[in-house]
Structures are given as structure tokens and as C-alpha cells.
């Protein structure tokens, strides 16, 4: 601290003040002399221009919103659009009991209590000179008898405006998801200006995910407006830039042809191109027609899709944990190829049962007589558990873990709709960091036939096959495929983006897996057999899988038919055809559908077939030749929104999910 | 001398400066009328309001009662409490629209940013009036850490109105300190030079774009440009002798946003026209012209410095509100002072008149 006091200067420190002051006085008249003259500006100079805007016209300014981006699947087909329609709005500024308008036009149109509930929360957020949404969608007849009745409606008015719509609303539920009116959380966290015109925002799904980009942006005008708010001419304008286009990997008609062969079963699909990840259909059963929500779903009809026991809410897909069953097998005798753990020509004898050393319990094989001797083929071919058990036994669970890790399995995949789940692939280290317990070697046993605490989604299972089918190139799976600037001459491509490359130890490891997967199909022991038609012009390779719902106590036997429907097995099927250059990895799962085989597998089947009936039998023989460098044009990583808890707000009832 | 002391003898018995005080009536007077206007003839709010002036009018009438030297010796212990409420608040403070800058204290609720309008420039006179003036170069240090502290934390509520009003109070103080032109043209530069490469290199577009708007309202018509446009058709429609008191038809039709406070200067121009302007920038002129010729007469580099900071201060206050309705200057928050409607500042604006008339009052007894 300075303080008193050392001999001071008063003289200079009064020449000094009085000098300070003169320069403050002289900055007081500077900033004086600006101010009068910038109001001489604004009120002598331009006060006629001014007084134009004011007295015989009012200017406001309206927003402009911008035309939400199209989506469309592989081959053009629109998936979601942009349609006219009329739309029932009040200027709160221009009238002067809303209350007692709201009356009146009850008895003119039907108004549910979620219309009126909306419009009094927006009256809160918008300027008093904006249009507030009050019923969308009218009908001609609706639109007639407000159109009649307008002189008597002060700051009411009918807006023709763009609607969003799914033509194939329920096909596509799931995937493409769709918009709704902004809710009061969504307003925090939008940009408030860019908004400003924009009633909906994309809920669920791509519509979700790629919101920033499908969005647009605003625009606006200044108007003159007469004293009613009519605009009578146009003193500036700004057009809106509209949102991208997106174009989809889905092949909506192979999204129709699987739905078709789910008929009325529950379940997943999802087939992904192995060569780079692209989804090419991602069907969960039942489904739900997504239009309902674009104007606000009515609470009735929302409560049925909610709380039905068949959960058409529910995105399988991504959501769903399922235990894979001997879906898992290929994946397992790989592992154990891999990591020397058995040889090529590793057989064992199958009981039809197997025991750990020193104890009693037996883990029982499907079939209860056995299968005898089996070596690796045959394991696959027949679904033999107990080669499975041992195999399982040598390997080790932190060893399994490992290597299904890297096929993606127990991790989120990455795909571009919000909300996945990651499945759960155990290892000793997970189950005593979440379960607090040590691991059992019994639990090592019975998660090599995928039993257990494994669980898998369908999206997980797809792709697992994926790279199981194409050397062991791990892809994130992909359902953008290309974005289209309305500036840009051609839609940027999104390039596929390699998650890892798994190292072949030896390629004849991977053969005898294939060959014992084509065999499921192509085989007369197979349990795809079904499959094999005779006039085929591809191979398939696959593997059946039935997940228990619910464990049998030991030594008891059941019959299916004796079980009610919700505890039958859960039908499992992969695979991946041709089996040379595989051109689409399928994953099936059908909730309580019994044996894989017999349900999952035909399901698969005319997917594989609608899809691979497309290409002539020279690219069915060829790898798909990488496309030229022009015009694709790299990408940066779209920005997909981060995932939030409103993402699956509405699957939240979805959580307990049957698994093993 | 001896005659003057005799006409104003009450008044300065009372340690009241009657030429102040007559321009001090003169504005207020003014900004009743407009605010009943701008209010939209709200007696309710006018009432309030009026509680408002007699509770600052008290309040300078009392400070003017405290002799500079004892306002000097409590300036470090006034800066002290009020930067540690500045501290509360961030930490217990409660929000209202989305700034935390309220101290619940139970009874009732107060401000202490608004305190800090007045400690800062006391600390900073009670500092450098202790030192060698001009101040050297490490005291200019330490008073920019004094400076700082408050306007940091202030600017973190988010209150940007009013950390620019505390951090020019202080710079007022450091500049009739005598601070050397060299030193602040260096600042200057320093700045600029700072700025250019943070805006090309660091800055991300939508950042820049933030600032572009807050710079040009008028590029975002959808946002705060609106009441920009607004309030630059209310000003200029008024004219040269404007529509007469209540005839505004930007302001009376709810056009112009925030009427009564930050923007009630384009409701009297759009009403008065640019004659009332110049009748009320006479005022305003006229307060800031005695408020400087005290500060001259006064005795004590603290009274000199505190003083002229006040003063200037409250020229801020005048060219930001009317720049940024003007359209001149980015929109800040800062009210047209003592017309404006609000309770917080038109205390503390007093309350500084109150500190210049007891400067004023005080300099005889001091001389004894």
C-alpha cells in the first residue's frame, strides 16, 4: 500500500487535474455534439421516410422458415415430404380477447384441448405480431366455414402452409422417425432466431439425428402492413436457405418385401452391405405409422401404442437385447481358430451332454442323444452345443470378450439415429465391476452357446456378420448415404467409415467357418436347409440360432405348445450371401417364434433373395467394383446431434426387456 | 463570495448545491411526464416510481451530510463488503431472466453491482489519492487488479450494462489520476493488436458472428434488431416538434419493445421531436458542466478524482442509452438515467450527487 506521505507536488498535481478536466469537458461536447446530430439524422433528415413507416403503414417483420430437407431411400423413392396444407392461426397483437375467439372458434371447427394448450404456451414465447398455430391440418369444409366467417374473427387467419408427411409412414417408423411441434424443452436448446418461423422439429430418428442439417435456415421480410396486419408491400427480404436432402441407404422395397415376411410376427430385421456398411433394410415388428405424431398424437391413441404388450413404439432394432443363441457359433469356433486355441482338424465326442471336471451338473446338448463325433463343420452344420461348452471352457470368458468385441459386439455401433443401445458381451472384469461378484466357470460354459448374460441387438448381430462375411473389416453401419446442398450441383456422398480391421491369422481359419455356415443352408443336415432351393444362383451362409426366454429347471422337459405364447423361444438367424463376395449380412430375430430354422431363417431368405435378384449373375460372381473418384467427394463426419435423454423418452417403458 | 454564501446560505448550511439540485428537479420532472407516456398512463407504476425518487432523494440528501474525508477513510471497507457480495451472488445469488445479480437478504432483495458503481471509483481515489500523482507504474497496476476483480465477477452474471458502467467509473478515476497519454495510447493499441488475431485465428464463425450482431442489430430483424428498427422509426417520425405528449404511435401501439426502461428515450423523441431532445440534452448538459466545475473548486485529490469520476459516469450512462436506441451504439443495458424506470440505479445516481454536493458543501470547513 502506498500511503501517506511523501512530499507532494500540489501545484503539479493541480495543473494536472485542470488539464484532465479541460479534456473531459471537450469529450463531453464531442460525444454531445454526436448524439444531436445523429438524432438531426433520424428525426429533420429522414423524418419524412420515418414518418411513412409509422403513420399510414406499420413495418413488421415476419419470419421466413425454411422448407424442412427431404429424405428419400437408395433408389429416389421419397420417405418423407413436404405437403401443403392449411393451417388455422391467431395474431394475438390483433386481437383483443383471445379467450372469447378461442370460443367462437370451437363452435366453427373441432378443437382438442391439446390444440388450445399449445397455442396458450407459444402465445407465451412468440412477439405478439407473429401468427400463432392453433389447429393444422384443416380440412376444404373447415377451411370454408372460418373463410365465411373471417370479418367476425379479428387476428384470425388461415395459413396455407408445408406439412410434413411419411408416404410410408409405417414402414419406415422406426428408422426415418419424424417431427413434432417443438415442446418447452426443446425450446431451451434450439437456436431461438433461426427457429423463429418453425413449428416442428424433428423427434426420433434421422428426422432427429441429422435436425441441424434437414432444417434449413430462416429468412425474413419487412412488410408494411396496414392497420389490420395485411401485408401491402415488401420493403426488404431475405430468403430462407431450405435444408439438405438426404438420401438413405434403405431400400424401401426391401424394407416392404421383410415386412411382408414378418406377416404379423414380432421381431427385427436388419440387413447391412458388408461392403461398407450401408443399411439396406432395418425392419421392427409391429410398427406404427408415424404421421399420427406430426401434428400432436392424441392421447388416446398414443396410450394404445404405449402401453400395448407388443410394444409398436419399441425400436428393436437398436433397443432390443436379445440373447443370440448358437447365432454366436461361427463367431466362437473362429475365436478359436484364431487364437490357436483348437486346430483345423479339432473333433470331440458329443454325449449329448457336458460336465466341468469334478462336478455333477450337466449342461444338456438340444440334442439329447448327441451328436457323437463332431469336428468344426459339423458343429456349425448341426448346432452342437456341447462342442461348444468345451470350446467355451479352453478359450476362457476374457478371451471370448475380447474377440467379439472387435466384431462389435457389446458396443454401440455408431449408427446415425440416436438412442442405440450397446448390448452386453461379459468378461470377468465386467462382472465384478457391475455385479460385484466373481466370474463362475459355469458362466463361461453356457455363454458359448450366446446364453447367459450375453445380449446382442439385431443392428449388433447384422453387423457382426457383416464383418464375419467380408474379412473382418469392421464398418460403422451407415444409413445416410449422401446429402444434397440445394447450392450443390450433385449430393455430397458420405464415405463408409471403417471402424477396424481385423488381423487374419490364417485365412483357412475363415474358409472352414464359411464353408461350415454354407452348410447350414446348403447341406442335408443343415438347420437352414429349407433354405436351399434348387434353381438358386448364390449360395447362402448362415447360422441358426433359438435364445431361451426363460432357463428349464434341469432334467425337465417342455413342450412348446404347453407354453404361453410370450415364453416360447426367441428365433434367431444370420447370414450373408454370396457366400463368395458377399453382397448383403442379414440378422433376423423373431420374439417367441420358436426355432431359427424354421421361422428367422425363411424370413431372411426373401430378403436375401428380393435383394440379390436385382444384380446379374456376372456381379453376383464379382466383388461390386469401387465406384470412381468423381464425382464423390469426401465428407467431413455429419454432426449428428448428441444423444439426450429425450432421444428415448418415449421407450422408456421398454427397459425390462425379456432376456435369458 | 460573501454575497453568494448569503443566498444559498440554507441550502449550504444543509450541505445541499442548490444549482444542482434545481437541474437535477428540471430532469426528473421531465422524465415523470415521459414516463407516464411511455407507461402507458399506468398510475400504479408511476406511484412506484415516485416511492423510488423520494427514497433516493433521502438518500443524497444524507450522503451529502458525510464529509469527503470520512467517505475516504470507509471507501476500502465499503469495496471490501461489496466485492464479497459480489462473490455471494455468483455463489447463492438468485436469478431472475437468466442473470444471477440478486442478493436475497430475506426482507428484501438487493443488488450488489449496483453498490459497486460507487465503491470502485472510492477505492480507486482512496488508492491513488494516498500516492504520488501522476501514479507510477506499478500503482497503476494494482488499481487495474482493483478495477478488474469487481467488473469480472459482475460481467459474469451475465450484467453487461453494468459491468461497462463500474469499469469506466474506474477508468475515469486511473485518467484524472494523470495516467500519461503515451500509457493510454498504448493500451489503445495494445488492444487492437490483441483483437485482430483473436478475430481472424481464434474466434469461430458463429462467435464472430455473434459479434457482428451485437456490432449491426439491424443484420438480425428477427432477433434484437427489431427493437433497433422499431425504436429508430419512433425517434424519427417524431420530427422537430414530435406528436405531442401521449400521441407516440410507435410506443402507444406496442411496437417498441421495453418502452419504459432501457428505451424510453425513443418514446419522448417520438412525442417531444428533436426540439424536446435538445431541451433534455440541455439538462443533461447543464448538470455535467456544474458536476465538472465542482470537481475543480474541489479541495483533496480523493473528492478531485471520486468527483469527476461520478460526473463522467454519468455521461456514459447519457451517450450509451442514447446511442444504442439511436442505433449508433450495440445494445447494452444501460438506463437513460433518472428517467428511465427502475428503482436500483436511480439510487445510486443520486446517491452520487449526493457524494458531489457534499465535495462541493464540505470545501469550506475543510479549510479551516
Redesign the interface.
Known amino acids: 500500500?502506498?500511503?501517506?506521505?511523501?512530499f507532494?507536488d500540489h501545484f503539479?498535481?493541480q495543473r494536472?487535474?485542470?488539464?484532465?478536466?479541460l479534456v473531459?469537458?471537450f469529450?463531453?461536447v464531442i460525444?454531445?455534439g454526436?448524439?444531436?446530430f445523429?438524432?438531426?439524422v433520424?428525426?429533420?433528415n429522414?423524418?419524412e421516410?420515418?414518418?411513412t413507416?409509422?403513420?399510414n403503414n406499420?413495418?413488421s417483420?415476419q419470419?421466413l422458415p425454411p422448407t424442412r430437407g427431404l429424405i428419400y431411400d437408395r433408389n429416389g423413392i421419397i420417405l418423407a415430404e413436404n405437403l401443403p396444407s392449411y393451417t388455422l392461426q391467431i395474431i394475438p397483437?390483433q386481437t383483443s380477447d383471445i379467450d372469447n375467439l378461442l370460443n367462437e372458434l370451437s363452435l366453427l371447427v373441432n378443437l382438442r384441448d391439446i390444440d388450445i394448450k399449445k397455442f396458450r404456451k407459444e402465445v407465451r414465447r412468440k412477439?405478439?405480431f407473429e401468427g400463432i398455430p392453433l389447429r393444422f391440418r384443416l380440412n376444404d369444409e373447415e377451411v370454408a366455414i372460418i373463410s365465411v366467417n373471417l370479418h367476425r374473427l379479428p387476428g384470425v387467419e388461415i395459413k396455407a402452409q408445408l406439412s410434413r408427411f411419411y408416404p410410408y409412414g409405417k414402414e419406415t417408423s422406426h428408422i426415418v422417425g419424424y417431427v413434432g411441434r417443438i415442446n418447452e424443452k426443446e425450446l431451451k436448446t434450439l437456436p431461438?432466431?433461426n427457429y423463429?418461423g418453425t413449428n416442428h422439429t424433428g423427434k426420433l430418428g434421422i428426422e432427429k439425428s441429422y435436425e441441424a442439417l434437414l432444417h434449413g435456415q430462416?429468412g425474413?421480410q419487412?412488410v408494411e402492413t396496414n392497420v389490420r396486419g395485411r401485408v401491402l408491400r415488401v420493403l426488404e427480404r431475405s430468403n430462407p436457405v431450405p435444408g439438405n436432402d438426404l438420401y438413405l441407404n434403405l431400400d424401401i422395397k426391401l424394407q416392404k418385401v421383410a415386412i411382408d415376411a414378418f406377416a404379423d410376427k414380432r421381431g427385427a430385421l436388419v440387413a447391412i452391405n458388408p461392403e461398407n456398411g450401408h443399411v439396406l433394410a432395418m425392419v421392427s415388428m409391429p410398427d406404427y405409422d408415424a404421421n399420427l405424431f406430426v401434428n400432436g398424437i392424441d392421447s388416446k391413441t398414443y396410450k394404445a401404442l404405449n402401453t400395448s404388450w407388443e410394444r409398436p413404439l419399441y425400436n428393436r432394432t437398436i433397443l432390443g437385447g436379445y440373447p443370440p443363441g448358437s447365432t454366436t457359433k461361427p463367431f466362437f469356433a473362429l475365436a478359436g481358430l484364431e487364437t490357436n486355441t483348437i486346430q483345423l482338424d479339432h473333433e470331440i465326442f458329443c454325449p449329448g451332454y457336458y460336465q466341468l471336471k469334478g462336478k455333477a451338473h450337466k449342461y444338456r446338448d438340444w440334442k439329447k442323444w448327441g451328436h457323437g463325433k463332431t469336428d468344426i463343420s459339423k458343429s456349425i452344420i448341426q448346432s452342437c452345443d456341447v462342442f461348444y461348452y468345451d470350446l467355451a471352457f479352453q478359450l476362457g470368458i476374457d478371451k471370448m470378450h475380447q474377440f467379439m468385441t472387435s466384431f462389435g459386439f457389446g458396443q454401440r455401433s455408431g449408427i446415425d439415429i440416436l438412442g442405440e443401445r450397446s448390448g452386453l458381451m461379459p468378461s470377468k472384469e465386467w462382472k465384478k465391476r457391475v455385479r460385484k461378484q466373481v466370474w463362475f466357470p459355469g458362466e463361461t460354459v453356457i455363454a458359448g452357446i450366446g446364453q447367459g448374460y450375453v445380449l446382442v441387438t439385431p443392428l449388433q448381430l447384422a453387423l457382426g456378420t457383416a464383418t464375419l462375411a467380408n474379412g473382418g473389416q469392421h464398418f460403422k453401419p451407415q444409413l445416410v448415404s449422401a446429402i444434397q446442398r440445394k447450392v450443390d450441383p450433385v449430393p455430397r456422398l458420405v464415405n463408409p467409415q471403417m471402424v477396424r480391421k481385423i488381423p487374419i491369422k490364417r485365412q483357412e481359419n475363415w474358409n472352414e467357418v464359411y464353408h461350415g455356415m454354407k452348410s447350414v443352408i446348403h447341406s442335408a443336415r443343415g438347420t437352414a436347409r429349407r433354405l436351399n432351393k434348387p434353381d438358386m444362383r448364390y449360395e447362402i451362409a448362415g447360422k441358426t440360432g433359438t435364445a431361451q426366454v426363460f432357463s428349464v429347471a434341469q432334467d425337465a422337459t417342455y413342450k412348446e405348445e404347453e407354453l404361453e405364447e410370450r415364453l416360447k423361444d426367441h428365433a434367431l438367424f444370420m447370414a450373408f450371401a454370396p457366400v463368395k463376395n458377399p453382397k448383403i449380412a442379414i440378422a433376423v430375430v423373431v420374439e417367441n417364434g420358436g426355432h431359427g430354422g424354421s421361422v428367422a431363417a425363411p424370413i431372411a431368405g426373401k430378403v436375401i433373395e428380393a435383394y440379390l435378384n436385382q444384380f446379374s449373375d456376372e456381379e453376383l460372381n464379382n466383388p461390386t467394383p469401387i465406384p470412381p473418384e468423381e464425382p464423390i467427394r469426401k465428407t467431413t463426419p455429419i454432426p449428428v446431434v448428441k444423444p439426450d435423454s429425450t432421444a428415448s423418452s418415449q421407450q422408456k417403458g421398454h427397459e425390462d426387456h425379456p432376456h435369458g | 463570495m460573501a454575497s453568494r454564501a448569503s443566498s444559498q446560505g440554507l441550502f449550504f448550511r444543509l450541505h445541499i448545491d442548490l444549482t444542482l439540485l434545481l437541474g437535477l428537479i428540471a430532469l426528473i420532472a421531465i422524465g415523470q411526464v415521459i414516463l407516464y407516456s411511455a407507461s402507458g398512463e399506468n398510475v400504479a407504476l408511476m406511484q412506484r416510481q415516485g416511492i423510488r425518487l423520494g427514497i433516493a432523494f433521502v438518500v443524497m440528501i444524507i450522503i451529502a451530510q458525510i464529509s469527503p474525508d470520512a467517505m475516504r477513510r470507509w471507501s476500502p471497507i465499503l469495496f471490501i463488503i461489496g466485492s464479497t457480495m459480489l462473490v455471494a451472488v455468483l455463489l447463492i445469488g438468485t436469478k431472475v431472466l437468466g442473470a444471477q445479480r440478486w442478493l436475497d437478504l430475506g426482507f428484501f432483495r438487493f443488488q450488489p453491482s449496483e453498490m459497486m458503481k460507487l465503491a470502485v471509483p472510492m477505492m480507486l481515489a482512496w488508492y491513488l489519492s494516498g500516492g504520488h500523482i501522476p501514479p507510477r507504474n506499478r500503482h497503476l497496476i494494482i488499481s487495474l487488479i482493483i478495477l478488474l476483480l469487481p467488473v469480472l465477477l459482475i460481467a459474469k452474471q451475465p450484467d453487461l450494462g453494468t459491468s461497462l458502467l463500474v469499469s469506466s467509473a474506474g477508468l475515469f478515476v486511473i485518467f484524472m489520476a494523470g495516467v500519461s497519454w503515451r500509457l493510454i495510447l498504448g493500451f489503445a493499441f495494445a488492444g487492437i493488436a490483441f483483437t485482430i488475431p483473436m478475430w481472424l485465428f481464434l474466434m469461430r464463425d458463429y462467435q464472430r458472428q455473434r459479434v457482428l450482431t451485437m456490432l449491426n442489430p439491424e443484420s438480425d430483424p428477427l432477433g434484437s434488431g427489431y427493437h433497433i428498427i422499431q425504436s429508430k422509426i419512433a425517434i424519427g417520425s417524431g420530427g422537430t416538434f414530435g406528436k405531442g405528449w401521449l400521441n407516440g404511435t410507435q410506443s402507444h401501439l406496442e411496437f417498441l419493445p421495453e418502452r419504459h426502461t432501457d428505451f424510453i428515450f425513443s418514446v419522448f423523441a417520438e412525442e417531444f421531436g428533436f426540439s424536446g431532445i435538445l431541451l433534455l440534452l440541455s439538462i443533461y448538459l447543464f448538470i455535467i458542466f456544474r458536476g465538472i466545475y465542482i470537481t475543480t473548486q474541489a479541495h483533496g485529490t480523493f473528492a478531485r478524482l471520486l468527483g469527476a469520476s461520478i460526473v463522467l459516469t454519468f455521461l456514459v450512462y447519457i451517450f450509451v442509452n442514447i446511442g444504442m436506441v439511436s442505433g449508433i451504439l450495440p445494445v447494452v443495458g444501460v438506463p437513460l438515467p433518472l428517467v428511465s424506470y427502475g428503482g436500483t440505479s436511480i439510487v445510486t445516481l443520486m446517491a452520487g450527487f449526493g457524494i458531489l454536493m457534499s465535495i462541493h458543501t464540505h470545501r469550506k470547513l475543510l479549510a479551516h
Do not use: D, P
Not at chain 1, 16 to 21: A, E, K, V
Open positions: 500500500m502506498v500511503q501517506k506521505q511523501h507532494k503539479i498535481e494536472i487535474f485542470h488539464n484532465r478536466s473531459a469537458l469529450f463531453t460525444l454531445f454526436i448524439l444531436t445523429r438524432l438531426f433520424l428525426q429533420i429522414n423524418h421516410h420515418f414518418t413507416l409509422s403513420q406499420r413495418v417483420v419470419a397483437e412477439r405478439r431461438v432466431t423463429s430462416v425474413y419487412k
